[in-house]
């Protein structure tokens, strides 16, 4: 055993002695204060396709493991192998001895730095989403490890490996010169979870009031994109599972897949895109529930493979909503997106750059820059969208106002109708109290002046037949209109059993004295029982039958015939007047409508809307069965239940 050591400590010398003489880094005086080195350049690379390489090995075998110059940040990004990269540090006088050396990004999964010692002594620390934030020598969502860099070359060693979309980067840090850069990292992102938490609450408001999902979506994205942000810079760790780091590891996945999935929801919705194409709205809703299966997928830590196609398929999306968004401003002249559109552009512009980086098809010098940029851009997104929503408030808002304005004319012009209508019905009381008594009067003299002795000579009892029948047709409108007015308003009938047979021998004998030997009444002999209110039914009959003798020769004759089925009751009336011009027939029905031919014919346009306005308060109509140069048939139907026949 004292002769392994003493072979291990033999090669340790040799493998120390090895490394000085490699080509390294000299930090000279003033370097640093302002920002880190890159060492992306400056490292000697080694690829373990196996993952099993351990240092000792590298120690023990230096010959076996050739290292090359190469840029780190050109490595592939979607390799699952081991990455070793080693560089030689010294400085000259009076230059700063403690340094931090910082591995991007913040989302790696393992990173160990390895010293060798003269003695061949082997000293590691370890860091990544693998191993326990609390275990880090610098507790700091960043990446680091602490190390001195004195006048005579040290040789670091660090063994990397990761998974999915990587841009990897070495930079140098004065430790000073770290520690200002991790408090106004800290200041940044609190002031930044303090806006979003913000906007979080406001937006909740917004929503409470205006009931408009479109703010509890927005909510919900920036609460994702909250998430994802502090994931991507390192805080899944430090914040969240700091004792936990397989579970810092998948939320990192979890919470960016989340927020492309609430992104491509939140789009949809924003500019409605079902209102200008179905298909792009389920293609989105699509893509949404495509990125929300990532998201469980990520949980369970089996999707580590699947992160490069993931990131091809934001950036498709990216660019299909760029497009679509400025077609439909282009040809569905969706002026009003204008603005909201253009802010957007802005935002998607940030992320697909992003994007962009990570695969890396466009690249930056330093890694830094990347995350300033994601600082920036998230600042300038937050404000971006924040300024998309305060314009859709805006708009929405204005709308609002366009509608309670015309809900207030509406309103107006409603109660304009209800004074008229309240004017129109006093107007049809005072017409019922002043004309009716005067009619009535009328008629009791013209009546009694036939009974009189005088009324035996026949220029007497023409006359006394032309009053009286003036008074009828004079009594017959008011009632008309009186009993529209009342069918407008609602008034509720009265209904009651009755006969409707009787109502048949009314309307002849009593309703048209004068008219009853133009009619042909064929009847049903038996009762037949019906609920309702007689009074408007008998007016809904008269009405008919006026109309039908009305529109006929003066010495025809006009045939009612009565039937009584199983369950309908129908009069059907038939002249042999004019043919009713078919462009007038879907009119008939209308109120105070009258045909090109009834100019000679004395009426109010009443009758045929008052019959089938009770007959189908009673639940039946009133149709036009036909009407030709043979004549014209009407039919009046009533619904009859089978237990109103009488035998």
Same mark, same amino acid.
């Given at each position: 055993?004292?002769?392994?050591?003493?072979?291990?400590?033999?090669?340790?010398?040799?493998?120390?002695?090895?490394?000085?003489?490699?080509?390294?880094?000299?930090?000279? *005086?003033?370097?640093?204060?302002?920002?880190?080195?890159?060492?992306?350049?400056?490292?000697?690379?080694?690829?373990?396709?196996?993952?099993?390489?351990?240092?000792?090995?590298?120690?023990?075998?230096?010959? *076996?493991?050739?290292?090359?110059?190469?840029?780190?940040?050109?490595?592939?990004?979607?390799?699952?192998?081991?990455?070793?990269?080693?560089?030689?540090?010294?400085?000259?006088?009076?230059?700063?001895?403690?340094?931090?050396?910082?591995?991007?990004?913040?989302?790696?999964?393992?990173?160990?730095?390895?010293?060798?010692?003269?003695?061949?002594?082997?000293?590691?620390?370890?860091?990544?989403?693998?191993?326990?934030?609390?275990?880090?020598?610098?507790?700091?969502?960043?990446?680091?490890?602490?190390?001195?860099?004195?006048?005579?070359?040290?040789?670091?060693?660090? /063994?990397?490996?990761?998974?999915?979309?990587?841009?990897?980067?070495?930079?140098?840090?004065?430790?000073?010169?770290?520690?200002?850069?991790?408090?106004?990292?800290?200041?940044?992102?609190?002031?930044?979870?303090?806006?979003?938490?913000?906007?979080?609450?406001?937006?909740?408001?917004?929503?409470?009031?205006?009931?408009?999902?479109?703010?509890?979506?927005?909510?919900?994205?920036?609460?994702?994109?909250?998430?994802?942000?502090?994931?991507?810079?390192?805080?899944?760790?430090?914040?969240?599972?700091?004792?936990?780091?397989?579970?810092?590891?998948?939320?990192?996945?979890?919470?960016?897949?989340?927020?492309?999935?609430?992104?491509?929801?939140?789009?949809?919705?924003?500019?409605?895109?079902?209102?200008?194409?179905?298909?792009?709205?389920?293609?989105?809703?699509?893509?949404?529930?495509?990125?929300?299966?990532?998201?469980?997928?990520?949980?369970?830590?089996?999707?580590?493979?699947?992160?490069?196609?993931?990131?091809?398929?934001?950036?498709?999306?990216?660019?299909?909503?760029?497009?679509?968004?400025?077609?439909?401003?282009?040809?569905?002249?969706?002026?009003?997106?204008?603005?909201?559109?253009?802010?957007?552009?802005?935002?998607?512009?940030?992320?697909?750059?992003?994007?962009?980086?990570?695969?890396?098809?466009?690249?930056?010098?330093?890694?830094?820059?990347?995350?300033?940029?994601?600082?920036?851009?998230?600042?300038?997104?937050?404000?971006?969208?924040?300024?998309?929503?305060?314009?859709?408030?805006?708009?929405?808002?204005?709308?609002?106002?366009?509608?309670?304005?015309?809900?207030?004319?509406?309103?107006?012009?409603?109660?304009?109708?209800?004074?008229?209508?309240?004017?129109?019905?006093?107007?049809?009381?005072?017409?019922?109290?002043?004309? /009716?008594?005067?009619?009535?009067?009328?008629?009791?003299?013209?009546?009694?002046?036939?009974?009189?002795?005088?009324?035996?000579?026949?220029?007497?009892?023409?006359?006394?037949?032309?009053?009286?029948?003036?008074?009828?047709?004079?009594?017959?409108?008011?009632?008309?209109?009186?009993?529209?007015?009342?069918?407008?308003?609602?008034?509720?009938?009265?209904?009651?059993?009755?006969?409707?047979?009787?109502?048949?021998?009314?309307?002849?004998?009593?309703?048209?004295?004068?008219?009853?030997?133009?009619?042909?009444?064929?009847?049903?002999?038996?009762?037949?029982?019906?609920?309702?209110?007689?009074?408007?039914?008998?007016?809904?009959?008269?009405?008919?039958?006026?109309?039908?003798?009305?529109?006929?020769?003066?010495?025809?004759?006009?045939?009612?015939?009565?039937?009584?089925?199983?369950?309908?009751?129908?009069?059907?009336?038939?002249?042999?007047?004019?043919?009713?011009?078919?462009?007038?027939?879907?009119?008939?029905?209308?109120?105070?409508?009258?045909?090109?031919?009834?100019?000679?014919?004395?009426?109010?346009?009443?009758?045929?809307?008052?019959?089938?306005?009770?007959?189908?308060?009673?639940?039946?109509?009133?149709?036009?069965?036909?009407?030709?140069?043979?004549?014209?048939?009407?039919?009046?139907?009533?619904?009859?239940?089978?237990?109103?026949?009488?035998?």
């Amino acid at each position: 055993m004292k002769k392994n050591r003493c072979l291990f400590l033999i090669f340790g010398l040799i493998f120390w002695l090895s490394c000085q003489g490699a080509e390294g880094v000299v930090l000279k *005086k003033g370097q640093g204060d302002d920002g880190p080195i890159s060492l992306a350049k400056e490292v000697e690379v080694f690829r373990d396709p196996t993952g099993k390489v351990t240092m000792n090995d590298i120690v023990s075998e230096p010959q *076996k493991y050739s290292f090359v110059r190469e840029d780190i940040r050109s490595q592939d990004r979607y390799s699952n192998d081991a990455l070793w990269m080693r560089v030689s540090l010294q400085h000259e006088v009076g230059t700063p001895i403690d340094w931090v050396v910082q591995i991007f990004p913040a989302w790696i999964d393992e990173v160990e730095m390895y010293f060798v010692a003269p003695d061949g002594k082997i000293s590691s620390n370890k860091v990544g989403d693998q191993f326990s934030f609390l275990e880090r020598e610098i507790q700091s969502s960043i990446m680091a490890f602490p190390l001195v860099v004195d006048s005579m070359p040290r040789t670091y060693y660090f /063994r990397v490996k990761t998974h999915g979309v990587t841009i990897l980067d070495l930079n140098l840090w004065q430790k000073s010169e770290f520690k200002k850069v991790e408090l106004k990292r800290s200041l940044f992102f609190s002031a930044f979870f303090g806006s979003v938490g913000v906007m979080v609450l406001m937006n909740l408001i917004f929503w409470k009031w205006t009931r408009d999902s479109n703010y509890f979506i927005y909510s919900l994205f920036l609460i994702v994109m909250l998430a994802a942000v502090f994931a991507l810079q390192g805080y899944s760790s430090s914040l969240f599972f700091p004792d936990n780091p397989v579970y810092a590891d998948r939320f990192v996945d979890a919470t960016a897949c989340a927020l492309m999935s609430i992104s491509a929801v939140f789009v949809c919705r924003f500019f409605t895109y079902a209102e200008y194409s179905d298909w792009a709205a389920k293609l989105m809703y699509l893509v949404a529930f495509i990125f929300f299966l990532a998201v469980i997928f990520a949980l369970l830590g089996v999707i580590e493979n699947a992160i490069g196609w993931l990131l091809y398929l934001e950036i498709a999306v990216g660019v299909f909503n760029t497009i679509f968004i400025a077609w439909v401003i282009a040809h569905r002249k969706a002026l009003h997106q204008l603005f909201a559109a253009f802010l957007f552009f802005v935002v998607n512009s940030s992320w697909l750059f992003y994007s962009m980086v990570l695969l890396g098809v466009v690249r930056l010098e330093q890694s830094f820059v990347t995350e300033s940029l994601m600082q920036f851009t998230q600042v300038a997104n937050l404000a971006v969208l924040n300024i998309a929503v305060v314009s859709r408030s805006r708009q929405s808002e204005l709308r609002l106002r366009a509608e309670r304005k015309r809900a207030f004319n509406s309103m107006k012009v409603a109660k304009l109708a209800l004074e008229d209508r309240v004017r129109q019905r006093e107007f049809v009381a005072i017409l019922s109290h002043e004309f /009716r008594t005067p009619l009535a009067i009328i008629d009791a003299v013209a009546q009694a002046l036939g009974l009189s002795p005088s009324g035996s000579d026949e220029r007497v009892k023409r006359s006394t037949e032309k009053i009286r029948k003036a008074t009828r047709r004079l009594t017959t409108l008011v009632e008309n209109i009186l009993l529209d007015d009342a069918l407008e308003s609602g008034v509720r009938a009265t209904f009651r059993s009755f006969d409707l047979c009787s109502v048949i021998e009314n309307v002849r004998n009593v309703g048209l004295p004068d008219e009853h030997a133009r009619l042909n009444i064929n009847a049903v002999r038996r009762p037949i029982l019906f609920e309702g209110d007689q009074a408007k039914i008998e007016m809904a009959v008269r009405n008919l039958l006026l109309n039908a003798i009305k529109y006929s020769p003066a010495d025809s004759i006009v045939d009612v015939q009565c039937d009584a089925g199983a369950n309908i009751f129908s009069v059907t009336v038939s002249n042999k007047g004019n043919p009713i011009p078919d462009s007038e027939k879907g009119e008939l029905f209308e109120r105070y409508f009258r045909g090109g031919n009834s100019s000679l014919v004395p009426g109010s346009g009443l009758g045929l809307h008052i019959s089938r306005a009770i007959t189908r308060l009673h639940g039946g109509d009133v149709v036009l069965v036909s009407s030709n140069s043979t004549g014209t048939v009407f039919r009046l139907t009533l619904p009859l239940p089978p237990q109103r026949v009488s035998d």
